[in-house]
C-alpha cells in the first residue's frame, strides 16, 4: 500500500489506513489532503480519502473520488479493495464481491481481501465460494484456528457434515495433550460440543457417544453435555442410561417440559399425537405422582397431567391443579389451561368444576370438601376465570355477567378491565373494547404493557388519531413514529396498516406495511457482524442455528402479514387509481419516449432537491442550544412523504405486488392466502399459466376450502370466455391447460355448474361453503341471482345451548364476510339488510350489525332518554374511558 510514493508520504499513508481502522476520520482526512498536495492523482490515497468521508456520511464525495482513484490506478487491489468496501456499506454485496474479485486477481493470496470476501460469501450465502475461500485462507495461515473453524463451518452449510468432522478431527491432530490451556478451556469445548453435534447430524450416534465419553472432562459447558448426551443414548435406543441423564436433569430444572417429554420417551411412555391406551394412562399417572412427590414445588409435574388423563381423573387432577392458583391469584391460569378446550369433552369437565368450586365458595367460603376459609380474593379469581371460559365457549353474555360480578367484588383489580375488554372485542363491540382498555391503562400509567394493549384496541376499532396519542405516552421527546420505527414496533405497524387499509387510506396503510418490510431487510443485514465474531469466539452451534433460522425468516407471521397488506394494497390501487396517478400517467404516455425519460429525470432532481432542503431545514431547527455533538446523535432522516402519497405513484401496482408475491411463495408456499393472492394478481395481469399453477396449489392445500373453490371455478369460468388463441404462445397456454384439466379431479365429466352443485350438496350445513357456492352461482348464471341471495338466507345456525344463553356455531367475522359479500357481489342492499338484522339477533354485542347490547346502540338509547349526548360519546355501561367510576364512592382509611 502506498509502494509508489516516496518515503515521508508512504508513512502518511500509513497513517490514513490506521487513522480509519481506529475512527479517526479528521485525522486521516489531513494525511490525505497532505499526500494530494504532492501527488493529487495518486489512486490509493483519493481511494482511502473516499472511504475516510463515507464513513462521516458524504457519500457522493466519497464515491466520486474512489471511482477517481480506481480510474487513476486500475491495477491496484488496493482500489478495488476500497470499493468494494463502499459498496458494502450500502449493502450492495453483489457488486462489492465483483470488487474484491477484481482485487484479488491482483493480489490473489491478500488474506483481508479473502477474509472480506467469505464474509460477503456467507452472508448472501453463495456456500460453494465460501467453501473455495475458506480453503484458501487455510491454505495460506494454516496455524491459524479460526480458518480450520471456518472451514468447517463452511462444509457444514454447504451440506457437507461429513467433511466438516474430517476437518475439525484434522485441526485436532495438530494440537499437543495438554491442550488448551486455561484461557481457552470455553472455546475449545464448544468447538467439541459442535463437533458432537455434527457426528449426531450424520447419524453416526455410536461415535458421537464415544467422542462424549473421551472428551467429557475438556467439555466446560456440562449442562449442554447432559442434554446431547441424553438425546444420543435416546436415539441409540439406551433407555436405561438415557432416563439416569434426564432424571440428573430435572434434579436442576423439574420445570423443563423437554426433560419431561425425553423422560416419557425412555420409559416408553410418549405419543406425538396425546394418544394414549387405558394401561399406558395409568403408568403415565403413576409416573408423573412420582415426580410431583419428589419435586412438590413443579408446575410441569402438575400441569402435564392434564393432557392426557379423562374423565373423573382429569377432574380430580384439574380441581388439585386449579385450586391453589385461585387463591394465589395467578391471572394467567385460563391461558395455561386453553389448550385442553381442544380435547373433546374437556371443556364440559372444565366448566362443571368451574362452576362447583364458584356455588361453594359462594356458600361456605371454602372450596368443596374443605374446612379451610378462602381469602375474598379466592372468589374475585374464580369469576374472572369463569369469564374467560365462557368468553372461549363463544356465549359472551354470560362472559360479561361473570367479569362485571368481579368487578363489583373487587373493583381496584387491573386484569378485570383487560379481561372485560377483550370479551368485548370477540363480542364484536371494538369501541367499547378500546374504553376499557384505556380504562385499565389509567389505573397504572406507568404499566407499558396496559399501554400497548390499549393502543392495540384503539387500532382495532380504527381510533388510529387516539392510538397515536396513547402510544406517544412510552417513547422518548414526544417522536412517536421515529420511536416506533427505531425500536421495530411491528405490532403497532401491522395493526395501524391494517386500520388504515379497512378505512380506505392506502398511502398510510403501505408506509406501515412496508416499513415492518424494511424490519425484516435490517435483520438479515444484522448478521453480518456475527459472521466474524461467532467463529472467533467459538459458538459455533448457535452462530450455525441463527443461519438457519435467518434463512426462514421471511416465514414469520409478521412479515406474512406485512407482505400481504402492501399486496392487497397494490390490488386495491391497481382497480381504483388515484386520480392525481391516472392525470399523470396520461399526461406522460402523451410525450414521446426521449421527453418521458426527461420529464422522470426532473422528477428525480425536484425530490433529491427538496430532501436536501428539508434536512437543511431540519437541521436548522435543532441546531439551537444544542452542541454539534449532540446535533449529530440526535440528527434523525427527515420524512419527505409522512402520509405515503408518494408510494401510491406507481407506474405498475401489480409489478410491485409481485415482488412481495415472490417471497410469500418462497417462505409461506404453506399457506392459503399466498396462493390466493398468487391467483388474484396472475389473472389481472393475464398470467394464465402462473394463475393455474396458484388453483394447482390451492387444490393440493385444501381443496375443500370455500376460497380454493371460488378459485377453481373462477379462472376455468374466464378462460371459457377467451377468445380462440391465435399465437404460438396462447396455442401452448390451451394446450397445457387441456392437457392438465382431466386430472382435476372436482372436475371429471362435469361442468362448472355441476361442480358448484357438488361442492353446495357436500357442505350444506357451512355458511361460508354456502356464500362460495351462491357467489359462484351468480357468477355462472347472472340471472338467478335471487336464488343465490336465496342460498345464503336459507343457512341454518346450529347453536348450542347452555346454561340459558344460546352460543352461535356461526363466526362473527365470517357474518360479517357475507354481509359485505351481499352488498358488494351481489348489490343487494335489501338482503343485506335482511342479514344484518338477522346477525344482530346471534351478535348482540356487535357494533357491525347494530346489536341490541352493542354500545352504538346503547349510545343511542341514552341520547333518545336524556337528550344528551352520552359522556364522551360512549355507552354508559362500556364507556370508563380512562375514568373509574366504579371507584366514584370508594373511600380510603
Known amino acids: 500500500m502506498g509502494s509508489s510514493l516516496p518515503p515521508k508520504e508512504a508513512n502518511l499513508f500509513k497513517v490514513i489506513v490506521k487513522s480509519y481502522e481506529t475512527k479517526q476520520y479528521k485525522k486521516g482526512l489531513k494525511a490525505a489532503d497532505a499526500i494530494l498536495k504532492k501527488f493529487p492523482e495518486h489512486g490509493e490515497t483519493l481511494s482511502m ?10 457519500k457522493s464525495e466519497a464515491y466520486d473520488l474512489v471511482r477517481r482513484g480506481l480510474k487513476n490506478d486500475l491495477k491496484s487491489h488496493v482500489c478495488w479493495h476500497v470499493y468494494g468496501l463502499l459498496y458494502r456499506s450500502d449493502r450492495e454485496y453483489r457488486e462489492a464481491i465483483k470488487c474484491y474479485r477484481n482485487a484479488l486477481k491482483i493480489d490473489p493470496d491478500n488474506i483481508e481481501i479473502l477474509r472480506d470476501l467469505s464474509l460477503l460469501q456467507v452472508q448472501m450465502r453463495d456456500l460453494t465460494g465460501f467453501v473455495e475461500t475458506r480453503q484458501q485462507l487455510l491454505a495460506l495461515k494454516p496455524n491459524h484456528r479460526m480458518n480450520w473453524i471456518g472451514f468447517a463451518v463452511a462444509h457444514h452449510l454447504n451440506s457437507n457434515a461429513a467433511k466438516a468432522i474430517d476437518i475439525l478431527e484434522a485441526y485436532e491432530g495438530t494440537l499437543e495433550d495438554d491442550y488448551p490451556p486455561e484461557n481457552e478451556r470455553y472455546e475449545h469445548g464448544e468447538m467439541l460440543l459442535y463437533k458432537i453435534s455434527l457426528l449426531e447430524e450424520c447419524g453416526l450416534l455410536e461415535r458421537a457417544l464415544d467422542e462424549m465419553y473421551k472428551k467429557e472432562a475438556k467439555i466446560v459447558d456440562k449442562l449442554a453435555f447432559k442434554e446431547q448426551m441424553a438425546s444420543i443414548l435416546l436415539k441409540l435406543s439406551l433407555f436405561e442410561e438415557g432416563e439416569k441423564i434426564y432424571r440428573s436433569l430435572l434434579f436442576m430444572n423439574p420445570d423443563n417440559y423437554r426433560y419431561l417429554i425425553g423422560l416419557q420417551q425412555c420409559v416408553g411412555l410418549y405419543s406425538e399425537k396425546g394418544e394414549y391406551t387405558s394401561a399406558e394412562i395409568e403408568r403415565l399417572d403413576a409416573l408423573y405422582k412420582s415426580l410431583r412427590q419428589q419435586y412438590s414445588w413443579s408446575s410441569a409435574a402438575k400441569r402435564i397431567p392434564l393432557d392426557f388423563l379423562e374423565g373423573d381423573k382429569f377432574r380430580e387432577a384439574a380441581d388439585n391443579y386449579v385450586r391453589p392458583l385461585l387463591t394465589k391469584g395467578v391471572p394467567s391460569l385460563f391461558s395455561d389451561l386453553s389448550p385442553l378446550y ?58 360479561l355477567s361473570k367479569i362485571d360480578e368481579a368487578i363489583e367484588h373487587t373493583p381496584t383489580v387491573i386484569d378485570l378491565y383487560s379481561i372485560k375488554g377483550r370479551i368485548l372485542e370477540h363480542a364484536g363491540d371494538l369501541p367499547a373494547a378500546a374504553a376499557l382498555a384505556d380504562e385499565a391503562r389509567s389505573m397504572d400509567l406507568a404499566d407499558r404493557y396496559l399501554n400497548s394493549e390499549c393502543v392495540m384496541r384503539m387500532l382495532q376499532a380504527d381510533q388510529v388519531g387516539l392510538a397515536e396519542k396513547t402510544a406517544v405516552l412510552f417513547t422518548k421527546d414526544g417522536d412517536q413514529h421515529n420511536n416506533l420505527h427505531d425500536m421495530q414496533c411491528m405490532w403497532y405497524e401491522l395493526a395501524s396498516g391494517e386500520s388504515y387499509l379497512r378505512q380506505g387510506d392506502l398511502g398510510r396503510a403501505l408506509k406501515n406495511f412496508l416499513a415492518v418490510e424494511k424490519h425484516y431487510s435490517d435483520m438479515t443485514e444484522d448478521q453480518f457482524d456475527f459472521h466474524s465474531y461467532c467463529l472467533r469466539k467459538m ?35 391497481h382497480d381504483y387509481p388515484s386520480k392525481s396517478t391516472t392525470e399523470e400517467s396520461d399526461e406522460m404516455s402523451k410525450l414521446p419516449p426521449s421527453q418521458r425519460k426527461k420529464m422522470r429525470q426532473k422528477q428525480k432532481k425536484a425530490e433529491a432537491r427538496a430532501k436536501k432542503e428539508a434536512e437543511e431545514r431540519n437541521e436548522e431547527e435543532t441546531s439551537s442550544g444544542i452542541s454539534k455533538s449532540s446535533k449529530r446523535q440526535n440528527a434523525r432522516p427527515v420524512d419527505l412523504d409522512p402520509h405515503g402519497e408518494k408510494l401510491l405513484q406507481v407506474e405498475d401496482p401489480l409489478l410491485e405486488a409481485s415482488k412481495y408475491l415472490k417471497l410469500l411463495q418462497s417462505n409461506s408456499a404453506n399457506s392459503l392466502e399466498t396462493h390466493i393472492l398468487s391467483f388474484e394478481v396472475n389473472m389481472k395481469k393475464q398470467k394464465i399459466l402462473l394463475a393455474f399453477q396458484a388453483v394447482k396449489k390451492l387444490l393440493k392445500l385444501n381443496e375443500d376450502d370455500p376460497d380454493c373453490h371460488r378459485c377453481l371455478i373462477k379462472f376455468f369460468h374466464k378462460i371459457s370466455s377467451f377468445t380462440s388463441a391465435v399465437t404460438d404462445s396462447e396455442k401452448l397456454v390451451w394446450n397445457v391447460l387441456e392437457a392438465e384439466r382431466p386430472h382435476i379431479s372436482q372436475l371429471s365429466g362435469k361442468s362448472l355448474i355441476e361442480v358448484n352443485e357438488s361442492f353446495l350438496e357436500k357442505h350444506k350445513d357451512s355458511l361460508m361453503h354456502r356464500a362460495a357456492a351462491a357467489e359462484l352461482l351468480y357468477v355462472l348464471e347472472p340471472d338467478k341471482k335471487i336464488e343465490a341471495i336465496k342460498l345464503i338466507e336459507d343457512s341454518k345456525n346450529i347453536s348450542a345451548v347452555g346454561d340459558g344463553e344460546v352460543g352461535p356455531m356461526w363466526k362473527l367475522q365470517d357474518c360479517v364476510s357475507v354481509h359485505k359479500l351481499l352488498e358488494t357481489v351481489f348489490n343487494n342492499q335489501d338482503a343485506a339488510s335482511r342479514w344484518k338484522a338477522r346477525c344482530a339477533e346471534y351478535f348482540p354485542y356487535s357494533t357491525r350489525f347494530g346489536g341490541c347490547r352493542s354500545s352504538a346502540v346503547t349510545c343511542i338509547v341514552n341520547n333518545d332518554r336524556h337528550n344528551l349526548p352520552p359522556e364522551n360519546g360512549v355507552a354508559d355501561s362500556h364507556s370508563l374511558n380512562g375514568k373509574m367510576y366504579a371507584l366514584k364512592d370508594l373511600k380510603i382509611q
Request: with cysteine; proline share 3%.
Open 49 to 58: 480519502k473516499g472511504l475516510t468521508l463515507n464513513c462521516m456520511d458524504r
Open 342 to 399: 381442544d380435547h373433546n369433552g374437556k371443556a364440559s369437565i372444565l366448566e362443571e368444576l368451574f362452576l362447583h368450586l364458584e356455588d361453594s365458595l359462594k356458600s361456605t367460603g371454602c372450596f368443596p370438601g374443605s374446612s379451610k376459609k378462602e381469602p375474598p380474593s379466592t372468589i374475585m379469581w374464580t369469576l374472572f376465570l369463569i369469564s374467560q371460559h365462557y368468553d372461549r365457549q363463544g356465549q359472551h353474555s354470560l362472559a
Open 539 to 573: 459458538t459455533l452451534r448457535a452462530y450455525v442455528s441463527m443461519l438457519k433460522f435467518q434463512n426462514q425468516l421471511h416465514s414469520h407471521e409478521y412479515f406474512h402479514k406485512a407482505a400481504v397488506g402492501a399486496i392487497r394494497c397494490y390490488i386495491k390501487l
